[in-house]
């Protein structure tokens, strides 16, 4: 009898616990805080600041944008201690294969590292710009917790 609860217990972990691609559920949040006091909002409350990893994802943060105030917001991308383009929540680096997805401003970004614009927003056309960490701009989080998969372990013996 252990044995059949093993295996499906690792079935729906396989399928549901440690999927590799969970979609995101995006939150605006509407109070401006520098880059570094969003991230840290977002951690606490959510899973982090949004990350983008393709156009799927792009048309569904922009869906949760449409309507909301400011002009820019703070995504989840910035100039880390390597020196590259990295996503908050990855230890990978931006430019690496599996986060091909970019959609920088024309010209952007053209401060990378200079001038302190070490971290990314979003304009309303959803395209990317560095600026300056210490800047406040409104935010989006993203919570990466899998609603999809929810299951709870019975220990009843049926027939």
Not at 10 to 35: E, M, T
Not at 118 to 143: E, L, P, R
Request: include cysteine.
């Amino acid at each position: 009898m252990d044995q059949k609860w093993i295996s499906v217990f690792l079935l729906f972990s396989a399928v549901c616990g440690v999927s590799p691609y969970v979609p995101h559920r995006y939150h605006f949040v509407n109070q401006s805080k520098n880059w570094t006091e969003a991230q840290n909002y977002c951690r606490q409350n959510y899973t982090d600041l949004a990350t983008i990893n393709n156009m799927e994802e792009m048309k569904k943060l922009n869906e949760t944008l449409k309507g909301k105030g400011g002009e820019f917001v703070w995504i989840g991308l910035n100039r880390g201690n390597t020196g590259r383009w990295q996503w908050s929540l990855a230890d990978g680096t931006f430019y690496s294969v599996e986060n091909s997805y970019k959609n920088w401003s024309s010209g952007e970004p053209n401060n990378a590292g200079e001038g302190g614009e070490f971290c990314v927003a979003m304009k309303k056309d959803t395209t990317w710009f560095d600026d300056g960490c210490g800047k406040s701009h409104t935010f989006v989080c993203f919570d990466g917790k899998n609603y999809f998969c929810r299951y709870r372990l019975i220990k009843n013996m049926v027939t």
